[in-house]
Nanobody, 124 residues
Framework: QVQLVESGGGLVQAGGSLRLSCTAS????????MGWFRQAPGKEREFVAA????????FYSDSMKGRITISRDNGKKTVSLQMNSLKPEDTAVYYC?????????????????WGQGTQVTVYS
C-alpha cells in the first residue's frame, strides 16, 4: 500500500536548522510531484514547498522562501526539506505529500497521498 513516512522533526532553537525527509513506497514515485505542508495548532494546513517529478521546478511559500530548500532523489524515493533560520512561528506538524493531479502546486487538492506528519517545534 501507499506509504509516506516523514522523519527529521524535533525541537530546535530559533535560528537553527532541521532537515526533514520523507520516504515513499507503494506508488511510482518518479511520476509524482512531491510537496510539504504544515499545520500549526488551531490553524489550517498550509503549503510549504513542492517539487515537480523531475526536479525541474520548485515552489515555496512566501513565509519560508529563502530559508528552505526542497529536493528529491527518485532513485531512493525520497524527498527532503532543508529548513534554516527557523522561527517560533514555524512550529507545526509538517506533512509530506505526493500528487499526480493537474492543478495548482500550492493547493492541497493537487495531492493524492499524505504522510502522518512530523512535529517541528522552534523555541526562542
Amino acid at each position: 500500500q501507499v506509504q509516506l513516512v516523514e522523519s527529521g522533526g524535533g525541537l530546535v532553537q530559533a535560528g537553527g536548522s532541521l532537515r526533514l525527509s520523507c520516504t515513499a513506497s507503494g506508488f511510482t514515485f518518479s511520476r509524482y510531484a512531491m510537496g510539504w505542508f504544515r499545520q500549526a495548532p488551531g490553524k489550517e494546513r498550509e503549503f510549504v514547498a513542492a517539487i515537480t517529478w523531475g526536479s525541474a521546478s520548485t515552489f515555496y511559500s512566501d513565509s519560508m522562501k529563502g530559508r528552505i530548500t526542497i529536493s528529491r532523489d527518485n532513485g531512493k524515493k525520497t524527498v527532503s526539506l532543508q529548513m534554516n533560520s527557523l522561527k517560533p512561528e514555524d512550529t507545526a506538524v509538517y506533512y509530506c505529500t505526493a500528487g499526480a493531479r493537474s492543478g495548482n502546486f500550492y493547493s492541497a487538492t493537487k495531492y493524492d497521498y499524505w504522510g502522518q506528519g512530523t512535529q517541528v517545534t522552534v523555541y526562542s
